[in-house]
């Protein structure tokens, strides 16, 4: 994700993301192939000293309104929809998990507001993406809008 990721500010954003059934699974994955709201953060993960990436990562916290199957190994569409807050480094583990709930209950409020509840009826997160345009489809997918 490297160069998808290239111009995206490090920090904690909130969007849509979308688990996508496997083209060998014909019932698919429960809470598969619907938008999910989700917090995620784009960065290095410095608050673990010692343990910090080496490159920019992103990690998707998927907050569903029913079940999900499991969904490690899927592709997933990852729309970012509105920014929370600068990546830093917390002085503590708590304090960290702290932040991450804080920054749960402010997506969810976000999300259900417009303009970023109209976000999941985007092409990219409702539809199915067909990679044109949008990086290595076997690798990962990506595009840009400006809103």
């Not at 699974?25 to 989700?38: F, R």
């Not at 916290?61 to 569409?77: I, T, W």
Request: with cysteine; charged share 25%; glycine share 10%.
């Amino acid at each position: 994700f490297a160069a998808a990721l290239a111009d995206v500010r490090t920090g904690v954003y909130f969007g849509w993301a979308v688990i996508e059934s496997p083209e060998d699974d014909i019932d698919g994955g429960v809470g598969y192939d619907i938008p999910h709201k989700a917090v995620v953060n784009v960065g290095y993960s410095p608050t673990f000293e010692g343990k910090e990436n080496a490159e920019k990562i992103i990690e998707a916290h998927l907050m569903p309104e029913g079940e999900l199957s499991d969904f490690y190994g899927q592709k997933m569409r990852l729309l970012l929809g509105g920014f929370l807050r600068p990546e830093r480094k917390f002085p503590s583990f708590p304090d960290l998990i702290a932040a991450i709930n804080n920054d749960v209950t402010c997506a969810k409020q976000a999300l259900d507001l417009e303009p970023f509840a109209g976000l999941k009826a985007e092409e990219f997160v409702a539809g199915s993406d067909d990679g044109d345009d949008c990086g290595d489809q076997d690798e990962a997918s990506w595009g840009t809008q400006d809103w």
